[in-house]
């Protein structure tokens, strides 16, 4: 089982940048899939990026070029830097890892990420 911890949500202007963070404790880092889902009011929780073990990335079209996710094993923490934020990346950005080979994926507490001017 994995516990993870959000931080560094806030808010922020249009064309800001902020750099969410997550902090993994309790098993092995290395052997979860990390991902960054967001989920606006009124609607489904979205994928937006994800990074596997071995650091293949993969993001949704709506934050290609301007997030970029990264992990530091060593520190079991994943990164998602988030550069040139929009008023519709408002949302609650969830942390989550996934262990490919049973299938158990687990979730963060959320961090409110507000694009606003």
């Known amino acids: 089982q994995v516990q993870l911890v959000e931080s560094g949500g806030g808010l922020v202007q249009p064309g800001g940048s902020l750099r969410l963070s997550c902090a993994a404790s309790?098993?092995?880092?290395?052997?979860?899939?990390m991902g960054w889902y967001r989920q606006a009011p009124g609607k489904q929780r979205e994928l937006v990026a994800h990074?596997?073990?071995?650091?293949?990335?993969s993001y949704a079209d709506s934050v290609k070029g301007r997030f970029t996710i990264s992990r530091d094993n060593a520190k079991n923490t994943v990164y998602l830097q988030m550069n040139s934020l929009k008023p519709e990346d408002t949302a609650v950005y969830y942390c989550?890892?996934?262990?490919?080979?049973?299938?158990?994926?687990?979730w963060g507490q959320g961090t409110q990420v507000t694009v606003s001017s």
């Open positions: 990074i596997s073990s071995g650091g293949s990335t």
């Open positions: 989550n890892a996934y262990q490919p080979l049973t299938g158990y994926a687990y």
């Open positions: 309790g098993s092995r880092f290395t052997i979860y899939r």
